[in-house]
């Protein structure tokens, strides 16, 4: 895993309906929320940015949804939602 920094912390936890993935790094302007999970989309000059496209094409499999939203330490965080609990 790449992350902007040395020294983070990634987080799963449970939602009333799914599951967050959250870590404590730089974080995800607000601005480029919406185009992060799109194939090709990349920050750096070496990056494909097939990675989180990969994910929400895993999460759209399932019937679920996949929201990106500032974390609870100022990081990224994905919510997925729509997941059956037991």
Not at 13 to 22: A, I, L, N, P, S
Not at 43 to 51: D, I, L, N, P, V
Not at 62 to 74: C, R
């Amino acid at each position: 895993m790449e992350f902007g920094q040395d020294d983070v912390t990634v987080r799963v936890g449970r939602t009333r309906d799914g599951f967050y993935v959250e870590d404590t790094g730089p974080g995800i302007p607000e601005n480029e929320r919406d185009d992060v999970l799109d194939s090709g989309y990349t920050t750096k000059r070496e990056g494909t940015g097939f990675g989180l496209a990969i994910v929400k094409r895993i999460v759209e499999v399932h019937g679920w949804e996949i929201y990106v939203t500032e974390g609870s330490d100022g990081g990224a965080r994905f919510e997925i939602i729509g997941v059956a609990q037991s």
